[in-house]
């Protein structure tokens, strides 16, 4: 398991994911910029905030979100300099707060540099930096690939899109007979990992606080049980302690026990895969739906699982959701977002705020793919500020706006939620101060499931930390629903609702509510 210090300030950490093209355009072009993300600092941190997770923001020809990557080095043009970013993360840390960059380390852009070279027929240093075949005939097996575009005679590789060349960072166990896949251990995967060093070197060294992987489970090719890649990121993680030991990383890698041991300190729990996630939120009948026909059963079940193989460590991450998924509204409404942000805000492990979920900003419909969004291009309009033109969002004319807003006359608006101190904003707001003022709701907290059962609700856990137990009860459906529990509430801490009841062991639940007790 990871052996390496946590950064204190993980402890108490909750991020606020930023979206930068979709945030704060300060100069009119219809797009977000760094600037604009530094101007709204005091809101992130008022909100209870005190970490940003910022999206991909290197120079990118943006056929993916910036995940197609052109120049590691580079802030894209779009959103400012290398300066400007050198700015915000000053300005974060005067306000005692900490920025992740997003890094993409398992392919770039097919315009960056490492590429363009190593299409090239005579060899180079960056021949071997992509995986690539000996013969244009031949595919690699189980992965698409681009070829036919160069001089060189092979196939590379691609990660996701066709316009994202896979790095070479080897492969676990080579073919012998395909003398093309290389072995982790060969100059040109080597190679690769250092030059990600460099990367990371070069903006930890500007005042970046540390990392979001992207997709860091998936490096080393044809990796049997990921030992591969946990054996990279662990070199990863010698020379982190050696040169930046207060450097933060956290995993998009959905196995808490792969990523933890490689290193990492945080592992995100993905909405794909076994994980059970889109249970809760983003199904036909969703856990947090006021219908009250969901199920928890397997996200517990499953959740259980990885906290167990992490040693109970709590660093599995769960966001309110991202620029990959639809918003959170689009499937739970109303109130029951409040009960979503509570189950959110006191579940172990760091939470991850997605821009404008805190004032339950939509998915907006319909809309023509931007930027290889296609349908998760809804989840990124842009932020909804006041109610001026654009929801202050920009200056540009609204036609310029590079991704459409929602142009609802009802659309929430940060303005209208500050002022109502029954908004979802005020809500979370609320939670937040709760979670940071009890140990036990903090990310290193313990938990234990009391009552997850199949088909049925409430939830309820218990999180402690020293001499602090704090059970939690939510209860989604609209209905009253009971549970049995041999705790004594004590003290109440935090409700949405009212009205729970004690009758010996048995608690009975009012509907669509969600509560915090010392016990």
Known sequence: MNTSKQPAWLDNAIFYEIYPQSFKDTNGDGIGDFNGITEKLDYIKELGCNAIWLNPCFDSPFGDAGYDVSDYLLAAP??????????????AHKRGMHILLDLVPGHTSVEHKWFRESMKAEKNEYTDRYVWTDSIWEEPQGMGCIRGISDRDGSCAVNFFSHQPALNYGFYKPDPDKKWQQSMDSEGPKATLEAMKDVMRFWLSLGCDGFRVDMAGSLVKHDEDGKGTI????????????????????????????SLRGGFHMDF???????????????????????????????????VENYEKSEKKGLICIPSGNHDMDRLSRGVRGDNLKIAFAFLLSMPGAPFIYYGDEIGM??????????????????????QWDDTANAGFSAAPAEKLYIKQDDSPDRPTVKAQISDENSLYSEIKRLISVRQSHSAL?????IEFLYAEKNAYPLAYLRSAGDEKILVIINPAARETNFDCKYLLKEKIYSFGEGVSVNGERITVPPCYAGFFLV
């Open 78 to 91: 779009r959103y400012g300099t290398n300066e400007d970013l050198k700015r915000l993360f000053g300005e």
């Open 442 to 446: 903090q990310s290193k907290g313990e």
């Open 362 to 383: 939509r998915y907006v419909e319909n809309l023509t793919s931007v930027e290889g969004g296609y349908g998760r291009t809804g989840s990124r309009s842009p932020m």
């Open 269 to 303: 729990l993905l909405h794909f895969g076994p994980s059970h996630y889109n249970d809760l939120f983003r199904c036909a009948e969703p856990f947090f739906s006021s219908r009250g026909k969901g199920d928890v059963s397997k996200f517990v079940k499953k959740y």
């Open 231 to 258: 054996a990279l990121w662990q070199n990863v993680r010698g020379f982190l302690d050696r040169e930046f030991p207060e450097a933060a990383m956290v995993s998009e890698w959905g196995e808490p026990d792969k």
